[in-house]
């Protein structure tokens, strides 16, 4: 006696790591941001989630959100913990340790105390005229 076979083909698996860390970029928005520093060692221990940020802030796409924001580097060498420096629109200020944080967890967290700021516009819904409204006026 076989077992029945239900499925052809093979299983989809998740896309993992790499489409999380996707699907927060695409959440991404600058709008609420003036001004973004990055601070990290190039030879400190535990960079390499920031430098994956850093990266993901300047894709076109992201970086459209807001032209006006500065995103800026500031590499040092005085192993100096990794550091994110938002200033907000408000004046507000943010400062993200990312010596244990892993590139999605920073993400989540910008996405969620900056992105999530940010209230999209509603659109005016434009009723098209016809040729006798047009004619009356």
């Excluded at 695409?26 to 940020?53: H, M, Q």
Aim: charged content about 20%; some cysteine.
């Amino acid at each position: 006696m076989a077992l029945p076979y239900k499925h052809a083909g093979t299983f989809l698996r998740s896309p993992g790591l790499t489409g999380a860390i996707a699907h927060q970029t695409k959440l991404l928005n600058l709008k609420p941001a003036k001004r973004i520093v990055f601070t990290f060692d190039p030879f400190g221990e535990n960079i390499t989630s920031i430098r994956n940020v850093l990266f993901q802030m300047n894709i076109p796409a992201v970086q459209e959100t807001n032209p006006k924001c500065i995103v800026k580097t500031n590499i040092v060498c005085n192993r100096a913990n990794p550091t994110v420096d938002v200033t907000l629109q408000t004046g507000h200020k943010l400062l993200f340790n990312t010596q244990n944080l892993e590139a999605l967890e920073i993400l989540k967290l910008f996405n969620k105390l900056v992105s999530s700021q940010f209230k999209p516009e509603e659109v005016a819904a434009v009723v098209p005229q016809t040729k006798a409204q047009k004619k009356k006026k």
